[in-house]
């Protein structure tokens, strides 16, 4: 089943090319309560999946809304927490030359404001700084985690979704450089597991402006999803709702004012975001000539040598 947020805040059922709106049937039978209504539908959804299943049996094909005609949201715009991956693909590690993989680096987290709907705008705050763009596959959390293991990490997952990491370089503590607002673009809408199928095999592509530039694969991550979301709970609880995303592959670039971003997920669908440098100041940190060391942009991104020697 794939659920998704759109317009003022509506729960859908997304069918091919079209959204069922569920939202009036499930607030009659979630209980009220300060979470979102997606959080209530994810601590409840064993109750309520009966529901949406006859619903959607009992829905004609002309049923619901063409996906162009409503304006996605992120599909939980409430986590307690956004838990990722640092350093989790080989060839990620290789191009940003660093010592360290995941297995000694642990997590970090990203401000929950940080989310970005899908279509939204990723806003560059600084001049004077490079911004790139990261792929990557997340999970959402479907029921408390606390200690689980590998083995049973994937029955805590609500479902999948895709997220970019949009990232400051820098010698900034890497929950800093990644949390702005806008800088976790979230989307399009959350895939369950029994419709996936397996994590471990996913396919991901990024393009900006169509060009290509991150391709892979899950089964390339040094640590699979299973394992870093039961690394993750033995160090904090993870909650419905929490995003856990799994770090990204090489390919990683700049993006400037004007450009269009685009993520692939396979079996999820494609998320995109506008980005704008639109009131950007210069940076106030001194991290610019500090940290990890990223790979050279690509050429359109080079200034002239005349420029480099004036």
């Known amino acids: ?15 091919d090319d079209r ?28 109750a309520v999946r009966p529901l949406l299943d006859g ?6 094909p002309s049923a619901g809304l063409p996906v162009e005609n409503v304006r996605l949201l992120a599909p939980v715009p409430d986590p307690t927490k956004i838990v990722a991956a ?16 995941i297995s000694a680096l642990g997590f970090f987290l990203k401000s929950p404001s940080s989310l970005l709907d899908p279509g939204g705008t990723i806003r560059l705050p600084y ?11 997340a999970l959402i959390v479907g029921r408390r985690a606390s200690h689980v293991t590998p083995e049973q990490a994937l029955g805590h997952v609500f479902g999948y979704t895709g997220l970019m990491d949009i990232t400051m370089r820098g010698g900034e503590d890497r929950s800093t450089r990644k ?30 402006n169509g060009e290509p530039r991150q391709k892979a694969n899950t089964r390339d991550l040094i640590w699979s999803a299973a394992r870093f979301l039961s690394y993750a709970s033995t160090v ?7 995003v856990v995303t799994t ?42 000539d500090r940290g990890p060391v990223p790979p050279p942009a690509p050429e359109r991104h080079k200034r002239p040598a005349s420029e480099e020697t004036a």
């Open 19 to 46: 959204v069922l709106d569920v939202t009036d049937r499930l607030a009659e039978r979630l209980p009220i309560a300060t979470r979102s209504l997606i959080r209530r539908l994810i601590d409840d959804f064993a």
């Open 127 to 137: 001049t004077d700084r490079r911004f790139d763009h990261e792929a990557e596959f």
């Open 1 to 15: 089943m794939r659920i998704a947020r759109f317009d003022d805040d509506r729960i859908g059922v997304v069918l």
């Open 179 to 208: 949390s702005f607002d806008t800088f976790t673009p979230l989307g399009p809408w959350i895939v369950t597991p029994d419709e996936l199928g397996s994590p471990e095999d996913v396919e991901l592509e990024l393009t900006v």
């Open 55 to 60: 619903i959607v049996a009992a829905a004609g």
């Open 236 to 242: 904090t609880v993870l909650e419905p709702g929490d």
């Open 86 to 101: 640092p350093v989790n693909y080989r060839d990620h590690q290789s191009e940003m030359n660093e010592a360290f993989h």
């Open 247 to 288: 770090g990204t592959p090489a390919g990683v670039a700049p993006i400037e004012h004007g450009d269009t971003v685009e993520l692939r997920v396979d079996r999820i669908g494609s998320l995109h975001a506008a980005v704008s440098a639109d009131g950007a100041v210069p940076c106030p940190t001194g991290g610019a």
